[in-house]
């Protein structure tokens, strides 16, 4: 059997936030914005004027800051309250993971509107839960992907840089960890095989950001929108998601799990632990020295972290390293390899990595 998942539909462009409404009006006709306090002052009054403008009902409400049961919980109750019938989540990854746990309680449409392109999650069904330590407590899944996905792509070359980075980071992997998933007879998140679709989807999302990525960086650092920068969006939060969810995860993303635990990495974003699990993965698959040192140089050109001290940890300790295989192994991602790896194998791979980058 295989399944596809997918958006129904997906709007991207400079300005595309004030056509929210008009994009939004086949979905509901009372619509509850999850959302962070800076992001509210920042864009607050031009959503709420799209749906107004479209003749829709809307409530602009502030989630506390970071994705709990508890924020969900409130949330949901007060979206009843109001009588939503699709949650729009805005704002970052926090923000929109939030408005998809509302969502899900409440079982009604669902539609993100990204201000970051920092990881693939505005266009994806997961929802990564967490303590208010940061510490991933569950992964939930809509029984749909959002119903509408919106990327304004001036408003994404406006936030800082680093998050698109982040992006680049969380999206070039997937080409590798979904053919690693293929290789293994693994399955992917929807319980199935990964399919031609997300292969294609992966290998795609990988060639785009080879090709676009440096001019669409250049771009958005001067606050500018361009067709690389339009390429290099439509791959880290379109395409990337077609990939993970069609195509599967792997070794990549447990490493990110692991980093997860590591208190001196506190504050790093997910994309760049993801983007340094790739070249863990990479060692693992015994990958020839070149394709990796290139992939590297090419890390090196647009800004993403190839050594453990570009997260914070200096002079790593053996410890720390040790923690890092071992929590990466909590991540079920770590199983969808072939041959079958464990905290050993992992260890000495980021000790190779570690090695290389000196």
């Given at each position: ?130 303590d208010e330590n ?45 053919e690693a998933c ?177």
């Open positions: 059997m295989r399944i596809y998942a997918g958006t129904s539909r997906y709007v991207q462009g400079k300005g595309a936030i004030d056509a929210l409404g008009h994009h939004a009006y086949v979905l509901g006709k009372r619509a509850f914005v999850v959302t962070d306090a800076d992001i509210a002052k920042m864009l607050g009054e031009r959503v709420e004027k799209s749906f107004e403008d479209a003749g829709l009902s809307v409530a602009i409400n502030v989630f506390p800051g970071e994705i709990t049961h508890t924020a969900i919980d409130s949330l949901s109750k007060q979206a009843i309250d109001f009588r939503a019938d699709m949650i729009v989540g805005l704002g970052g990854g926090k923000a929109l993971d939030t408005a998809k746990g509302v969502a899900l309680q409440l079982d009604v449409e669902m539609v993100s509107v990204p201000t970051i392109a920092s990881n693939d999650g505005p266009a994806s069904a997961a929802i990564a839960v967490y940061h510490i991933m407590q569950d992964i939930l899944q809509l029984p749909r992907n959002p119903g509408l996905v919106l990327v304004d792509s001036q408003v994404i070359a406006n936030a800082p840089l680093r998050f698109l980075k982040a992006g680049i980071g969380d999206a070039i992997s997937k080409k590798f960890e979904a293929h290789a293994a007879g693994a399955t992917t998140l929807l319980g199935t095989p990964a399919s031609i679709t997300g292969l294609m989807a992966a290998d795609a999302c990988y060639r785009i950001i080879r090709k676009h990525a440096q001019g669409a960086l250049e771009a958005a650092g001067k606050n500018q929108v361009n067709d690389d920068l339009e390429n290099l969006i439509e791959a880290a939060v379109l395409l990337s998601t077609l990939s993970f969810e069609n195509g599967g995860l792997s070794v990549s993303h447990a490493i990110a799990r692991g980093f997860s635990y590591l208190k001196r990495a506190a504050g790093t974003l997910h994309g760049d632990h993801v983007a340094y699990g790739l070249l863990v993965q990479l060692t693992l698959e015994n990958r020839e020295l070149a394709f990796i040192t290139e992939l590297k140089e090419f890390y090196l050109t647009i800004g993403l972290p190839t050594r453990l001290q570009d997260f914070g940890l200096d002079q790593p300790t053996r410890t720390e390293i040790r923690e890092l295989a071992e929590k990466s192994m909590v991540s079920p991602s770590a199983v969808r390899f072939s041959p079958k790896v464990d905290a050993d194998q992992l260890e000495r791979a980021i000790h190779q990595v570690e090695k290389l980058s000196q």
